[in-house]
């Protein structure tokens, strides 16, 4: 009888409560975040469209995350084409070790939820796709706060569930496109 009463009095302390009980759906019950501001968008010949990369427009405005889904031992993701060179569409140096990567190295840049403040810079994290795994270690950010600015080569914010690869790691995937559903964990 007890429970039953503390669970009804949870359940009305929620119900007053709608923004909590609106946070708790999407952080535990849901797993997703919500964007916590757009960045609106600004027009440039300067977009680096290397990889296909998409360019910021004017009246456009982008979703900006500060979070990205919890990480699992099989942390569904999407795959993205980065190049970590120097003049590539990655825009400045990676910011873990503030050097260029040729894209025959196996490094990825992660959303900035997954970043974690740099908590994961230089460290490895095991990509799942069409039957095979690699490991590939972290060098940056793929930053879903900021963008269309030339540090971000003109692009929009990443997407909270960004995993962008370098060509090497496409190629041990053996897999090609712009996009690619992937899983990912902590190495």
Not at 121 to 141: P, Q
Request: proline fraction near 5%.
């Amino acid at each position: 009888m007890a429970n039953k009463l503390v669970f009804a009095l949870v359940i009305l302390f929620l119900l007053n409560k709608p923004n909590l009980l609106q946070a708790i759906q999407h952080r535990f019950l849901l797993n997703t975040c919500n964007p916590s501001g757009y960045l609106p968008g600004t027009d440039t010949d300067n977009c680096n469209t290397e990889n296909d990369s998409q360019c910021c427009q004017a009246g456009q405005s982008y979703p900006q995350y500060q979070c990205s889904p919890d990480v699992s031992d099989s942390t569904s993701a999407i795959l993205t084409l980065n190049s970590f060179e120097d003049g590539g569409d990655g825009g400045d140096p990676p910011r873990c070790d503030n050097t260029w990567h040729d894209n025959s190295e196996m490094v990825v840049a992660l959303s900035t939820g997954w970043y974690s403040g740099g908590s994961r810079c230089l460290k490895n994290i095991k990509i799942n796709a069409n039957g095979k795994s690699v490991v590939a270690m972290v060098v940056d950010e793929c930053d879903s706060v900021n963008g269309c600015d030339k540090p971000h080569s003109y692009q929009p914010p990443c997407r909270n569930n960004i995993v962008d690869a370098s060509q090497a790691v496409w190629d041990e995937l053996g897999i090609s496109g712009g996009e690619y559903d992937i899983t990912w964990s902590d190495a």
